[in-house]
């Protein structure tokens, strides 16, 4: 009996390893909770994975209440949602309660959204960073995003400005010129086309810089990002930081060690001993181009993406701390990417592996390979709306010590469980 009870115990502790382990995870996780008023006014409804804490969510939340209150619509906010059931849900309950539109936020969400969209066909559903539209083809359903990387491009020439004056000042030499970034996911094009853009924005103005990336596989982990930043300054020696996660980790220790950051989100001026310079994406744009186009009953694009030329890219204004000239240096790049003089990804402005690449044929619906560089540079976002550029230029450097070690030695000790877990059944039944 003894043996039987020790035997639950194990299969016990190898089921719930989950809740034993910190197992990276998508989004921090909050029970889910419902904003909504009582009106007659046309409802829209909003998912959102995270809640206002979440520098990420904030951005869509702060403008989905703005033009819902400028266009005379009710909003309804769904906060905390995860994937799975749960989302799809919140889809079908917004529906099914009168919004005329519904949009999420999470990439994770798109199945359910997809789902849902073919339950209730007169309903229009939008999903920001997803992939299917343009292959489902439902006439309900839309995926939206905007050329980011092209404000990613700008701030990071105020990042390599900064470097360079450094190097200019005698404060670091050239080979000390390291840029810090700290991804989410290492597997995911947005992630990557973000930084590659930033990347080459330092390197615009300041050719020698080199740059590193953590990764903390999490979208909004304060904990992780801290110590990404922490790494990245004291052991990897990096003289500013940048990232594409969404709380406030990174920059608190940047203030408190007074090293650049670039933001990213929206503005970050209560910290002034570090805070350079930050980009956004204007949801403000599309929300009007969604909510006006189901009111009047308009048809809309499978993919919608915005630029910096029509203000769906924010760039906002270096603070003090900026290089001199970095704003002049800054507006110039805007009003080439705008004109079209400029392309983020132009292919003679980096290498892989100390190669130009002429050539780079991507995925963008689970079918045939399409041709994504021509006319000289990399086509991003044109194909779809969601980002697809997936190449690891030189001058970049992945770093996955911390979390390989992590990595290993959750596989040992998930695999003395199951040893331990195998010698009990054998010693109870055999």
Known sequence: MKSFKTLLFLIFVVLNFSSIISFPDIKYKKKSRILEETTTKPKFGFIFFADEQSTYDKNFYDSAKEVCEELGVEAVFKFNISKGEESYNAAKELAGNGCKGV????????????????????????QATGTKAHTVKLSNFHNTFASIYEG??????????????????????EDEALVG????????????????????????????AK?????????????????????????????????????????????????????????????T???????????????????????????MDYDWVGHLSDGAVIVY?????????????????INNLKNGKLQVFNTSKFTVKGK?????????????????????YFHESEYRS???????????????????????????IISLAVLALIFMVRKCFF
């Not at 491009?153 to 030499?173: F, H, P, Q, R």
């Not at 300054?233 to 920059?251: L, R, W, Y």
């Open 317 to 333: 204004k270096a603070t003090s701390l900026a290089a001199p000239n970095t704003q002049s240096k800054m507006d110039e790049a």
């Open 273 to 299: 001993k570090s805070y350079l310079v930050s980009s956004k994406i204007n949801w403000n744009i599309y929300f009007k181009y969604f909510i006006n186009s189901v009111l009047k009953g308009e048809k």
């Open 152 to 173: 990613r491009y700008v701030t990071g020439i105020a990042a390599g400005m900064k470097l360079k004056e450094m190097v200019d000042n005698g404060k670091i030499k």
């Open 103 to 126: 949009f999420s936020n999470s990439f994770d969400h798109e199945d359910y959204i997809i789902q849902a969209a073919k339950e209730f066909p007169n309903v229009q559903f939008s």
């Open 211 to 271: 740059m590193i990336v953590r990764y903390t596989f999490s979208w909004n982990d304060e904990e992780k990002e801290a110590e990404a930043a922490e790494t990245l300054i004291d052991k990897d020696k990096c003289k500013i930081i940048s990232q594409d996660v969404d709380s406030q980790g990174a920059p608190k220790v940047c203030e408190e060690k007074e090293i650049p950051n670039v933001f990213y989100n929206n503005e970050n001026k209560d910290l």
């Open 386 to 412: 969601a980002p697809y550029f997936n190449l690891i230029i030189d001058g970049i450097t992945e770093e996955f010590d911390e979390i390989i070690g992590n990595l290993i030695g959750l596989a040992v």
């Open 356 to 376: 130009t690449i002429n050539s780079w044929k991507v995925d963008i619906d689970n079918d045939d390979l399409i041709e994504a560089i021509s006319d000289g």
């Open 181 to 208: 970034y700290i991804g989410s996911f290492s597997y995911n094009a947005e992630v990557i086309s973000g930084f590659t853009a930033f990347y080459l924005g330092v390197k615009s103005v300041c050719d020698y």
